[in-house]
């Protein structure tokens, strides 16, 4: 028998038929055909699913469709508003921070977590509040450099958060 | 792609729904947490309950209580605890145990409770369903031999909890609570040398809540090796608490992660503490026992002779830091990255 699922996914109430045993990031990408959430290792090891769930970074692999009954998620889809980058997605563009681009869904997310709570971070709470998502290209670099840049863009009056 | 197998979910919202549902069917029922460790284990079928019983609507679980010492409920999450300003005040070897536990993405799902209860691993277990298979599985899940030691007949897969030894450093107790009634036992009772068996508790039995007495006078410390700085399951480790009169230790423990199927005291050479000042003899002679008892396997990471070794300089490191050595410097060596808190 399928699940109803009645939740909030970037800002919009969302209704769901899903497969009972599904987890969140299944029904993401396969239900609601949000894709821009990554489906990495599916065991919670790599960050590439990351997203907010009652804005709290956590992997969304990892959580079971029962449990997100009523609750707020936010993916990376979520980041943009009215079609304007977020200013850590347009940091990474303009930073050359994504490569291959797999884990960089995850990492908005975390670092979009980060600075929600933490407007000034240090480079090592940035590297901190990133040290559970893995870049398979290793641009960690250029990945902090961003973070730090956008730090910078949103200090200076960027809009949103 | 690994999909969960099917299963039936129940969301109690008290202790007392969750311990009776759980005893309707204990054997096949599982306790669901914060999912970060029975998730990936139930996509790889290492373990397949029918039922689980989350519990996270069970918000008695989700407090803590530090008027008198600390009473932690099985539900409070890792970054919860890790960023409570009592528990890095007065109970730093806690803090530090749990703040180098896997990554905070993890830490904002993961409990204190299902840290505690943390299945061993073993590099012939926390394998895929066809990898497991095409070795004809093992002893602890569907199989026979234990391969780490093919003439075992115990499963040696290793305890991998960061909390737990630091809890039972500063003298935690646990509990339990089960359809039929409620118990309380010192943490180092709940678990067993049994890589299988590796907790006391029974199946129709909920963990729910960790208690710290007082830390008026203790001092405590955790060292962990692991491979990676950022993320990575101890490969060894040791905490350590003392309770100070001036410089001279009243009463002390030490407890060794990773070197066995459950959290190993050492309990000889912190008996011999008792009264003593720190002095580098005496730490290299409380080092030498905890070489000796610890029996690491070769079923993680890293070559085991030198995970045995490095015991001796991990106890070594705690003692110092509890005497009040400066072990900053050295400590960044080891974990490569400052320890942080969010706030």
Same mark, same amino acid.
């Given at each position: 028998?399928?699940?109803?699922?009645n939740?909030?996914?970037?800002?919009?109430?969302?209704?769901?038929?899903v497969?009972?045993? !599904?987890?969140?990031?299944?029904?993401?990408?396969?239900?609601?055909?949000?894709?821009?959430?990554?489906?990495?290792?599916?065991?919670?090891?790599c960050?590439?699913?990351?997203?907010?769930?009652?804005?709290?970074?956590?992997l969304?692999?990892?959580?079971?469709?029962?449990?997100?009954?009523?609750?707020?998620?936010?993916?990376?889809?979520?980041?943009?508003?009215?079609?304007?980058?977020?200013?850590?997605?347009?940091?990474?563009?303009?930073?050359?921070?994504?490569? @291959?681009?797999?884990?960089?869904?995850?990492?908005?997310?975390?670092? !979009?977590?980060?600075?929600?709570?933490?407007?000034?971070?240090?480079?090592?709470?940035?590297?901190e509040?990133?040290?559970?998502?893995? @870049?398979? @290209?290793?641009?960690?670099?250029?990945?902090?450099?961003?973070?730090?840049?956008?730090?910078?863009?949103?200090?200076?009056?960027?809009?949103?958060? | 792609?690994?999909?969960l197998?099917?299963?039936?979910?129940?969301?109690?919202?008290?202790?007392?729904?969750?311990?009776?549902?759980?005893?309707?069917?204990?054997?096949?029922?599982?306790?669901?947490?914060?999912?970060?460790?029975?998730?990936?284990?139930? !996509?790889?079928?290492?373990?397949?309950?029918?039922?689980?019983?989350?519990?996270?609507?069970?918000?008695?679980?989700?407090?803590?209580?530090d008027?008198?010492?600390?009473?932690?409920?099985?539900?409070?999450?890792?970054?919860?605890?890790?960023?409570?300003?009592?528990?890095?005040?007065?109970?730093?070897?806690?803090?530090?145990?749990?703040?180098?536990?896997?990554?905070p993405?993890?830490?904002?799902?993961?409990?204190?409770?299902?840290?505690?209860?943390?299945?061993?691993?073993?590099?012939?277990?926390?394998?895929?369903f066809?990898?497991?298979?095409?070795?004809?599985?093992?002893?602890? !899940?569907?199989?026979?031999?234990?391969?780490?030691?093919?003439?075992?007949?115990?499963?040696?897969?290793?305890?991998?909890?960061?909390?737990?030894?630091?809890?039972?450093?500063?003298?935690?107790?646990?509990?339990?609570?089960?359809?039929?009634?409620?118990?309380?036992?010192?943490?180092?009772?709940?678990?067993?040398?049994?890589?299988?068996?590796?907790?006391?508790?029974?199946?129709?039995e909920?963990?729910?809540?960790?208690?710290?007495?007082?830390?008026?006078?203790?001092?405590?410390?955790?060292?962990?090796?692991?491979?990676?700085?950022?993320?990575?399951?101890?490969?060894?480790?040791?905490?350590?608490?003392?309770?100070?009169?001036?410089?001279?230790?009243?009463?002390?423990?030490?407890?060794?992660?990773?070197?066995?199927?459950?959290?190993?005291?050492?309990?000889?050479?912190?008996?011999?503490?008792?009264?003593?000042?720190?002095?580098?003899?005496?730490?290299?002679?409380v080092?030498?026992?905890?070489?000796?008892?610890?029996?690491?396997?070769?079923?993680?990471?890293?070559?085991?002779?030198?995970?045995?070794?490095?015991?001796?300089?991990?106890?070594?490191?705690?003692l110092?830091?509890?005497?009040?050595?400066?072990?900053?410097?050295?400590r960044?060596?080891?974990?490569?990255?400052?320890?942080?808190?969010?706030?």
């Amino acid at each position: 028998m399928k699940l109803r699922l009645n939740f909030s996914v970037n800002g919009e109430s969302a209704e769901a038929l899903v497969d009972p045993d !599904k987890t969140l990031l299944e029904v993401l990408r396969e239900d609601l055909q949000l894709t821009g959430t990554k489906h990495g290792c599916e065991l919670g090891e790599c960050g590439a699913c990351a997203v907010l769930l009652d804005d709290q970074p956590v992997l969304s692999c990892l959580v079971v469709s029962h449990e997100c009954e009523g609750r707020s998620v936010v993916t990376v889809e979520g980041l943009t508003v009215d079609g304007r980058l977020h200013p850590l997605q347009e940091c990474f563009a303009d930073l050359g921070a994504s490569q @291959c681009g797999y884990c960089t869904p995850g990492i908005l997310i975390a670092a !979009k977590a980060l600075l929600d709570r933490e407007p000034n971070p240090s480079r090592d709470l940035i590297r901190e509040a990133l040290s559970g998502n893995l @870049c398979r @290209c290793t641009g960690y670099q250029q990945i902090l450099d961003a973070v730090e840049a956008s730090i910078v863009r949103l200090g200076e009056g960027g809009d949103q958060k | 792609m690994m999909r969960l197998p099917s299963y039936r979910y129940r969301a109690p919202k008290t202790v007392q729904d969750a311990a009776a549902w759980l005893a309707e069917s204990p054997g096949d029922t599982m306790l669901l947490a914060g999912g970060t460790d029975l998730i990936p284990n139930m !996509k790889r079928r290492q373990q397949a309950p029918s039922t689980l019983v989350g519990l996270r609507g069970v918000t008695e679980l989700a407090q803590v209580d530090d008027r008198d010492g600390l009473e932690i409920g099985a539900g409070v999450t890792l970054s919860a605890l890790v960023h409570h300003d009592r528990v890095h005040a007065r109970y730093p070897g806690l803090w530090q145990a749990v703040g180098q536990i896997a990554t905070p993405l993890l830490r904002n799902m993961g409990t204190i409770g299902g840290n505690i209860c943390l299945d061993t691993r073993c590099t012939y277990y926390d394998q895929s369903f066809e990898w497991r298979q095409a070795i004809n599985f093992c002893m602890k !899940k569907d199989g026979d031999t234990c391969w780490v030691a093919t003439s075992s007949d115990k499963c040696l897969a290793v305890s991998s909890t960061d909390a737990a030894p630091a809890l039972i450093a500063l003298g935690a107790t646990v509990r339990l609570v089960s359809a039929t009634g409620t118990r309380d036992v010192a943490l180092t009772d709940l678990y067993a040398n049994d890589g299988m068996h590796y907790l006391t508790r029974r199946a129709d039995e909920i963990l729910t809540a960790v208690t710290l007495p007082r830390a008026e006078g203790w001092r405590s410390t955790y060292w962990k090796l692991r491979r990676r700085g950022s993320f990575d399951f101890p490969v060894a480790a040791v905490a350590a608490a003392a309770r100070f009169d001036g410089d001279r230790i009243v009463e002390a423990r030490i407890v060794l992660g990773a070197v066995a199927s459950r959290p190993l005291e050492v309990l000889a050479a912190a008996a011999r503490l008792a009264g003593q000042t720190l002095t580098d003899d005496l730490m290299a002679s409380v080092a030498d026992d905890a070489y000796t008892l610890a029996k690491p396997m070769d079923n993680t990471d890293f070559e085991l002779v030198w995970r045995k070794k490095t015991v001796r300089s991990l106890v070594t490191s705690a003692l110092r830091e509890l005497r009040g050595d400066d072990m900053r410097a050295a400590r960044t060596k080891l974990a490569r990255h400052p320890l942080l808190v969010i706030s």
